[in-house]
């Protein structure tokens, strides 16, 4: 059996805690499973640690993509002089003109915001079969060719048709003229919107990295000294739905048959590839997936919106979208997989076989990699040492303190003064504890072990000016 393969520095490795360790040890043994990463970001998830890659060309695990099915970032880079948003109350405009249109929190849908899309249930029913079709972005007012910088603009069903995630719907939710039909209609009502948690739009200021290639800068639609915003959310409630449907029907059959449990986890529940549990998994986290693609693009369109409607004239480009919640089809150690990214994000360098005919393909796609508001976030690009982690990076810094302890021994004090020396706004009165940077792991040494692994290197820096949470709760 393969080892599990660890990316950090002492520092990172030193910090991981005994349950991640059980979780990645307990993943790594399971049925099927080949490849076990652990990220720097790695802490105690649900079944299997968040910030790990797990790969099976046999089985598929609910457990490592979670309950947030394609929770993701987002890019979307303006024409905007920095020095245009100086002025405190040009930002505090901004912050009011984008929750008019999106959205925070759990359960938080279209109709507690005055200027949100109002999304149909016949339209969401398109949504989460197509994804982000042009017949969809067209009829949101989303530029269609936002779909060709996405990782991936749409998910098909287990058979690779669209036909699959038809069938499915129409069996969840009959035709839109039954009382299924509310709660579906519910979970609708949550495209463009943030979650609460670790859910956060951060509006940025661009430094293109001293000595970084212009080119790939140029390839990715970066503008130095311009103002960008960066997105984290996912699937909202109707992912939610599917996901924890998916984990109780498993754990109903694991129980029933008597089958034994990796680790004896209940979280880590699985279905061998073929299985009629196997394709219902797969169609559920297409339909999932597809939500959370087209959550991800109206937000940015709402958000460009909200910028124009401030600073008239403005112009943005989505500059990438990618997942780090989500089991993809690809070939390891040349064997057709699937690699699960459970708070992992994909990073195919210039030249990788996935990339071919695309823009990226002479350069690596953009990764977007959020730390925390303080000490900003940055846009990499993969190198080819990304092989030995199954071409993957960590998705973010990663939890230091797990949210109740966060809220329990940090001062909210020294938060907001901390904020406010950094010349940060936000949305929330005051920030929440367990979303304080504080709360995660030292970015710095998250980023020495991405690039001293030699998986990929900084493009940009991202230094926050606003920050988008959740106002009514920390948790979701």
């Known amino acids: 059996m393969k080892p599990i393969t660890v990316i950090g520095t002492e520092a990172i490795r030193n910090g991981f805690d005994a349950g991640c360790i059980e979780q990645a040890l307990n993943s790594r043994g399971a049925p099927g499973v080949t490849e076990l990463v652990l990220n720097p970001d790695a802490h105690m998830g649900y079944g299997a640690p968040v910030g790990c890659v797990m790969v099976s060309p046999t089985h598929i695990y609910p457990g490592p993509v979670g309950v947030d099915i394609k929770c993701s970032m987002s890019l979307l880079q303006m024409d905007l002089p920095v020095e245009q948003i100086a002025d405190r109350p040009v930002r505090r405009s901004l912050i009011n003109a984008i929750v008019e249109r999106t959205p925070t929190g759990a359960g938080r849908g279209q109709r507690s915001v005055k200027k949100s899309r109002r999304v149909s249930g016949s339209l969401g029913r398109k949504i989460v079969i197509e994804g982000a079709s042009r017949e969809v972005c067209e009829a949101l007012g989303i530029p269609p060719h936002w779909a060709d910088y996405c990782e991936d603009s749409h998910h098909v069903g287990h058979d690779g048709s669209n036909g699959s995630l038809e069938k499915r719907v129409d069996t969840m939710i009959g035709n839109l003229d039954t009382e299924e039909e509310k709660w579906f209609v519910k979970k609708v009502e949550q495209l463009g919107s943030y979650g609460g948690g670790n859910h956060f739009g951060e509006c940025e200021a661009v430094e293109l990295v001293e000595g970084g290639s212009t080119s790939v800068a140029d390839v990715f639609g970066l503008k130095h000294n311009c103002v960008a915003f960066l997105s984290h959310c996912g699937s909202r409630g109707w992912g939610h739905r599917l996901a924890t449907g998916q984990f109780k029907a498993l754990q109903d059959k694991f129980k029933r048959w008597d089958i034994p449990l990796p680790g004896g986890d209940?979280?880590?529940?699985?279905?061998?590839?073929?299985?009629?549990?196997?394709?219902?998994?797969?169609?559920?986290?297409?339909?999932?997936?597809?939500?959370?693609?087209?959550?991800?693009?109206?937000?940015?369109?709402?958000?460009?919106?909200?910028?124009?409607?401030?600073?008239?004239?403005?112009?943005?480009?989505?500059?990438?979208?990618?997942?780090?919640?989500?089991?993809?089809?690809?070939?390891?150690?040349?064997?057709?997989?699937?690699?699960?990214?459970?708070?992992?994000?994909?990073?195919?360098?210039?030249?990788?076989?996935?990339?071919?005919?695309?823009?990226?393909?002479?350069?690596?796609?953009?990764?977007?990699?959020?730390?925390?508001?303080?000490?900003?976030?940055?846009?990499?690009?993969?190198?080819?040492?990304?092989?030995?982690?199954?071409?993957?990076?960590?998705?973010?810094?990663?939890?230091?303190?797990?949210?109740?302890?966060?809220?329990?021994?940090?001062?909210?004090?020294?938060?907001?003064?901390?904020?406010?020396?950094?010349?940060?706004?936000?949305?929330?009165?005051?920030?929440?504890?367990?979303?304080?940077?504080?709360?995660?792991?030292?970015?710095?040494?998250?980023?020495?072990?991405?690039?001293?692994?030699?998986?990929?290197?900084?493009?940009?820096?991202?230094?926050?000016?606003?920050?988008?949470?959740?106002?009514?709760?920390?948790?979701?």
């Open 266 to 476: 209940r979280e880590l529940v699985y279905a061998p590839l073929g299985t009629d549990e196997a394709n219902a998994y797969l169609d559920d986290m297409a339909l999932g997936a597809n939500f959370a693609t087209v959550n991800h693009l109206l937000i940015n369109a709402l958000v460009l919106e909200a910028f124009q409607e401030v600073l008239p004239g403005v112009k943005g480009e989505l500059v990438y979208f990618i997942s780090h919640n989500i089991a993809r089809r690809e070939v390891v150690n040349n064997e057709v997989s699937w690699v699960h990214r459970k708070g992992a994000t994909r990073a195919f360098p210039a030249g990788h076989h996935g990339l071919k005919g695309t823009r990226y393909e002479a350069t690596g796609h953009p990764i977007l990699l959020p730390g925390n508001p303080r000490d900003g976030s940055v846009v990499m690009v993969a190198e080819p040492g990304a092989e030995k982690s199954c071409y993957s990076v960590n998705h973010g810094a990663g939890r230091a303190l797990g949210r109740k302890r966060a809220i329990r021994e940090l001062d909210q004090k020294s938060i907001d003064s901390e904020m406010d020396t950094h010349d940060i706004l936000s949305n929330c009165r005051q920030y929440p504890k367990d979303e304080a940077p504080a709360a995660y792991k030292d970015f710095g040494e998250v980023l020495r072990s991405v690039e001293q692994a030699g998986l990929a290197r900084t493009v940009a820096k991202l230094k926050a000016r606003f920050v988008i949470k959740d106002s009514s709760e920390a948790d979701d």
